[in-house]
């Protein structure tokens, strides 16, 4: 079993900075993939960005692209995303994962949840 705890959600004006923390605990994640995601109020879940176990492949959705930077330390059981330039429709609830493939970017694809961190930007 994995336990995933984010942090580091809040409000922020647009054009500003976050960094969200997910710490896991339970296993060590070394050998999983990683990921990201969000879900606005009404909306489906969407994927923003993933990683491989060794850190080495990456994926992102096109809307954060250039802006948003998915990262992990695997000697922490921690996983990273800075998120850049924000825009009041990067809003949402963001969501960390875990996936038994190397860089998944489906909802269907991970196994392990965290509850989320609220994420606001204002206009």
């Known amino acids: 079993q994995v336990q995933l705890v984010e942090s580091g959600g809040g409000l922020v004006q647009a054009g500003g900075s976050l960094r969200l923390s997910c710490a896991a605990s339970?296993?060590?994640?070394?050998?999983?993939?990683m990921g990201w995601f969000r879900q606005a109020p009404g909306k489906e879940r969407e994927f923003v960005a993933g990683i491989s176990w060794s850190g080495s492949s990456t994926a992102y959705a096109d809307s954060v692209k250039g802006r948003f930077t998915i990262s992990r330390d695997n000697a922490k059981n921690t996983l990273y995303l800075q998120m850049n330039s924000l825009k009041p429709e990067d809003t949402a609830v963001y969501i960390c994962?875990?996936?038994?493939?190397?860089?998944?970017?489906?909802?269907?694809?991970?196994?392990?949840w965290g509850q989320g961190t609220q994420v606001t930007v204002s206009s």
């Open positions: 339970g296993r060590s994640l070394g050998s999983y993939g």
């Open positions: 994962a875990v996936s038994s493939m190397m860089v998944a970017t489906t909802v269907s694809r991970y196994e392990y």
